[in-house]
């Protein structure tokens, strides 16, 4: 093991130059070309997935170890992007660790927050996925009407629901782990949630369950402000099934990643049998837009 200058230890028969400082560069550079959620993406990636980065302590009395600065770049990225909450929820911990500029600059942002209230109303009757789904709501804060979920333990209890609240709908029980119906003159939409997915042995993981709410929160928001709508002129007679879905599903996908959520994204991708439909981002397309991220961001640092 070797330390660098900036005291950073690391393994030298693995990395000919320290991996930490290599990183810091590589988002110093994206955050001076204002590219949030390219930052963000990348720091959260590496302090997911990186083997140096996976054992790192970050309770609040520790210094972030081994490199704090990508904990710092992902929380004031997620405030540039909207993520207020997960946002006050790290800076509530970095500023004890963080230097004075930083910290000053945090309390401020955590001032503001205080007085925040959220710009869509959300009717959730599960105490895990409202928590999502309540940060959710500042991230995407286009979504025009209210939102009201419903969890489904079966499908029975599915099919009783859509003849009560939502009569003439038709959509299989079996398609989908989550899914929204919005437009039409709907308001308030829904947002439907089979239970395996939020309890029992089968339950997505935290981030697993952010990236699968954030693609159906997408959804709305990019139907609220008309962006499926102006890929109509795109369609193809008698193939708009497959050509609409892969269209506004990459779209929602693309959307969601712009807002610096990539890595949950990914994660969610594990669970969902849409992964395999064609029509969605793969875990691969995931990482290969995060790789190339990495690799063209500041590439001679």
């Given at each position: 093991?070797?330390?660098c200058e900036s005291?950073?230890v690391?393994?030298?028969?693995?990395?000919?130059?320290?991996?930490?400082?290599r990183?810091?560069r590589?988002?110093?550079?994206?955050?001076?070309?204002?590219?949030?959620?390219s930052?963000?993406?990348?720091?959260?990636w590496?302090?997911?997935?990186?083997?140096?980065?996976?054992?790192?302590?970050?309770?609040?009395g520790?210094?972030?170890?081994?490199?704090p600065?990508?904990?710092?770049?992902?929380?004031?990225?997620?405030?540039?992007l909207?993520?207020f909450?997960?946002?006050?929820?790290r800076?509530?911990?970095l500023r004890a660790?963080?230097?004075?500029?930083?910290r000053?600059?945090?309390?401020?942002?955590?001032?503001?927050?205080?007085?925040?209230?959220?710009?869509?109303?959300i009717?959730?009757?599960?105490?895990?996925?409202?928590?999502?789904?309540?940060?959710?709501?500042f991230?995407f804060?286009?979504?025009?009407?209210?939102?009201r979920?419903f969890?489904?333990?079966?499908?029975?209890e599915?099919?009783?629901?859509l003849?009560?609240?939502?009569?003439?709908?038709?959509c299989?029980?079996?398609?989908?782990?989550?899914?929204?119906?919005?437009g039409?003159?709907?308001d308030?939409?829904?947002?439907?949630?089979?239970?395996?997915?939020?309890?029992?042995?089968?339950?997505?993981?935290d981030?697993?369950?952010l990236g699968?709410?954030?693609?159906?929160?997408?959804?709305?928001?990019?139907g609220?402000r008309g962006?499926?709508?102006?890929f109509?002129?795109f369609r193809?007679?008698?193939?708009?099934?497959l050509?609409d879905?892969?269209?506004n599903?990459?779209?929602?996908?693309?959307?969601?990643?712009?807002k610096g959520?990539?890595?949950a994204?990914?994660?969610?991708?594990a669970n969902?049998?849409?992964?395999?439909?064609?029509?969605?981002?793969t875990r691969?397309d995931?990482?290969s837009?995060?790789?190339?991220?990495?690799?063209?961001s500041?590439a001679?640092?």
């Amino acid at each position: 093991m070797t330390r660098c200058e900036s005291g950073h230890v690391y393994d030298e028969a693995q990395h000919s130059l320290c991996p930490f400082c290599r990183l810091n560069r590589k988002l110093q550079w994206l955050m001076r070309k204002g590219w949030y959620s390219s930052a963000k993406n990348l720091a959260d990636w590496y302090l997911s997935f990186s083997p140096e980065y996976r054992e790192r302590d970050s309770s609040p009395g520790a210094v972030f170890a081994p490199n704090p600065f990508p904990e710092i770049v992902s929380a004031m990225c997620a405030w540039q992007l909207g993520d207020f909450c997960d946002a006050a929820g790290r800076f509530e911990v970095l500023r004890a660790v963080c230097a004075d500029g930083d910290r000053q600059r945090m309390e401020q942002l955590l001032g503001l927050f205080a007085q925040m209230t959220p710009p869509v109303a959300i009717d959730c009757p599960h105490e895990r996925l409202r928590g999502v789904l309540h940060r959710l709501s500042f991230v995407f804060s286009g979504i025009r009407w209210g939102v009201r979920v419903f969890v489904a333990g079966s499908e029975a209890e599915y099919l009783d629901f859509l003849r009560t609240c939502l009569p003439g709908v038709d959509c299989a029980y079996d398609s989908f782990l989550a899914c929204g119906f919005s437009g039409g003159g709907l308001d308030p939409c829904w947002l439907v949630f089979r239970r395996e997915i939020l309890e029992g042995e089968h339950a997505f993981a935290d981030n697993a369950l952010l990236g699968l709410c954030a693609h159906e929160m997408a959804h709305l928001d990019l139907g609220s402000r008309g962006i499926p709508d102006a890929f109509q002129d795109f369609r193809v007679p008698d193939a708009r099934p497959l050509w609409d879905q892969a269209v506004n599903e990459r779209l929602t996908d693309l959307h969601v990643i712009s807002k610096g959520l990539g890595c949950a994204l990914w994660s969610a991708r594990a669970n969902d049998r849409k992964d395999d439909s064609g029509y969605v981002m793969t875990r691969q397309d995931i990482y290969s837009y995060i790789c190339g991220i990495d690799a063209e961001s500041g590439a001679r640092a």
